[in-house]
């Protein structure tokens, strides 16, 4: 009862919400990078909110299944074919023994999501599924998908079937609208230089993966030349050397020296992760009041 990988992927993983509490051993949290398109597709399978899934960041991704079962496929929006017919994402389809699933094309975003019913029946690691290539960590045998890896199952074989109002579906744009919380070090940065950190416009370059985002734009100052190595959240803006901002993403190093301006709100950093190199990102202040109200609402949209 599985899934097999029958071509060559140029980039899959198996996460999930990530591993926590083990930073100070230098473990990072890794986890899905779109925490939205993830709770819809274990939400729509009927899975715990925790279940693992595949993270997927290019097309053309093969699986043959090997038993019956059900997947839902989220996040950017894709070309899928069971057996060559073409399906909508953000949606379940139900799977017999012996179907072809393909991702196609990424049309808009840039993360795709493919979760299973009952998620894979794989072992956690330090508390958590999620791959962590960097730490050997997770996943099937701690490391992306190959060919011919077999993505053990339960057999399930139901004809219920579950799809998300379009009005719900995200759309991915060429410019976005961070949110962000002064804080860390933004004491060294002078108003002069906040103010131009928030009224610029810098674009995200091709250094852009799950460790994190660098952008390119206005050169920012900071007042001092660095720090005393310190732990690092998600979001963390670091400003480095050359005055140029980078965003902390799933699998950041657990500390680092650079000085931090901010830290970009969390559920914005989903729709980050989304963005491809190039798209325009501009950051909006938001105080840590409206922070917590906004990541409540959005966690208990799931209950």
């Known amino acids: 009862m599985s899934l097999e990988v029958i071509n060559s992927p140029i980039f899959v993983t198996i996460q999930d919400k990530g591993r926590f509490s083990y930073a100070h051993i230098g473990v990072t949290a890794s986890g899905v990078m779109d925490e939205y398109a993830y709770y819809i597709a274990n939400m729509l399978l009927g899975n715990s909110y925790s279940e693992n899934i595949l993270e997927i960041a290019f097309s053309n991704f093969q699986l043959k299944a090997n038993s019956n079962t059900q997947i839902a496929v989220t996040g950017a929006i894709c070309e899928v074919f069971i057996n060559e017919k073409p399906y909508s994402s953000w949606q379940t389809i139900n799977i017999k023994a012996g179907d072809i699933i393909k991702i196609g094309k990424i049309l808009s975003g840039s993360k795709v999501y493919l979760g299973v019913k009952e998620g894979f029946k794989i072992q956690?690691?330090?508390?958590?599924?999620?791959?962590?290539?960097?730490?050997?960590?997770?996943?099937?045998?701690?490391?992306?998908?190959?060919?011919?890896?077999?993505?053990?199952?339960?057999?399930?074989?139901?004809?219920?079937?579950?799809?998300?109002?379009?009005?719900?579906?995200?759309?991915?744009?060429?410019?976005?609208?961070?949110?962000?919380?002064?804080?860390?070090?933004?004491?060294?940065?002078?108003?002069?230089?906040?103010?131009?950190?928030?009224?610029?416009?810098?674009?995200i370059t091709n250094e852009f993966n799950r460790m994190g985002c660098k952008l390119s734009g206005e050169s920012i100052k900071c007042n001092i030349n660095g720090i005393i190595s310190e732990g690092i959240s998600f979001g963390a803006i670091q400003i480095t050397n050359d005055g140029q901002p980078i965003i902390l993403l799933k699998d950041r190093q657990t500390i680092g020296g650079y000085p931090k301006i901010g830290s970009v709100l969390s559920i914005d950093c989903f729709k980050l992760a989304q963005a491809k190199p190039n798209t325009k990102i501009r950051f909006k202040l938001i105080d840590i009041k409206e922070a917590q109200k906004k990541l409540k609402e959005f966690y208990n949209s799931f209950n």
């Open 124 to 203: 956690k690691e330090f508390g958590s599924y999620s791959t962590t290539i960097k730490e050997n960590l997770g996943g099937l045998n701690a490391n992306r998908l190959l060919k011919g890896d077999i993505l053990p199952i339960n057999e399930k074989l139901t004809y219920h079937k579950a799809r998300l109002k379009e009005c719900y579906i995200p759309k991915y744009e060429d410019t976005l609208d961070l949110r962000v919380i002064l804080s860390y070090q933004d004491e060294f940065f002078n108003k002069e230089q906040i103010d131009k950190f928030f009224s610029s416009e810098f674009t």
